[in-house]
């Protein structure tokens, strides 16, 4: 498996499954990365935040009840108490007994199928909290799994993407867009050190996608889910298209390039 930074290189374009195939299975679990890896993306997004007892796994909110049988906040529940519950049936009766998985299992699934990996760090629940170890057991779970050269770190968070690159230099980061920051793709990646920016559709527009591929960044965009909201992306320089339904992303590109 080349790391990623030459894969980048050698592909002008490809598609990325957001929280894995997470039109087709619950997102964050296991059945996503599996069903995502299936189509032949070559790259899964995931989201990490830490349980109360400092374990790694793959969830989005700060809270658990729209993904799983439990209630609270996600940083508030041990990792024991956390995979009990059911990431699962909220999707589809045929997912009961998804599980929150850790990022070690995640990691490991996709270093088998020599699949690369967008880790997408969520900002601290609690800014009382230490950043610095908060990503170290981060770095620590990615090193462990020998993934550090096929792993993509993202953010909105950007402090987080900071404070990485110095727990793990060499890491691959992008930044992600915050809603509402009118800046320039340049000048955040001048400010934090990121070598590619990442946006929402709507705000896939020419000045931004422009400044960003003239100041030497790659280029992401989510959330790409139909055949319209493809043909915009292709009037811009966009390297990873994120999308909830990657197989019918990758036959739409296949069509248009047999």
């Known amino acids: 498996m ?4 030459n894969f980048v290189r050698a592909h002008r374009r490809f ?16 059945a996503a990365i599996e069903s995502a890896i299936a189509t032949g993306v070559p790259m899964v997004e995931v989201d990490v935040q830490l349980t109360s007892d400092g374990q790694v796994v793959l969830f989005h909110d700060r809270t658990l009840g729209r993904t799983t049988s439990g209630h609270g906040r996600t940083h508030r529940i041990t990792y024991t108490e956390l995979s009990k519950l059911d990431a699962g049936a909220w999707f589809d009766a045929t ?21 690369y990996a967008s880790i997408e760090i969520k900002a601290p629940a609690d800014e009382r909290e230490d950043l610095r170890w908060r990503l ?3 770095a620590a779970i990615v090193e462990q799994c020998g993934m550090t050269e096929h792993v993509l770190f993202t953010s909105f968070h950007h402090r987080s993407l900071q404070v990485l690159r110095t727990v793990l230099p060499g890491c691959h980061t992008a930044a992600i867009n915050v809603p509402g920051d009118r800046r320039l793709p340049s000048e955040i990646a001048r400010a934090i050190g990121c070598e590619a920016f990442v946006c929402s559709l709507r705000e896939c527009t020419a000045w931004r996608i422009g400044d960003a591929v003239g100041s030497g960044l790659y280029v992401g965009v989510y959330t790409v889910n139909t055949a319209r909201q493809l043909a915009h992306v292709l009037r811009y320089p966009v390297t990873a298209i994120v999308s909830n339904h990657p197989e019918f992303i990758l036959a739409q590109l296949a069509a248009q390039h047999p």
């Open 2 to 5: 080349m790391s990623l930074a």
């Open 15 to 30: 598609v990325v499954a957001h929280r894995g195939a997470s039109a087709i299975a619950p997102e964050n679990t296991l």
């Open 95 to 115: 997912y009961r007994g998804q599980r929150v998985p850790l990022l070690q299992d995640a990691l490991e699934l996709l270093r088998e199928h020599q699949t």
């Open 136 to 138: 170290e057991r981060i």
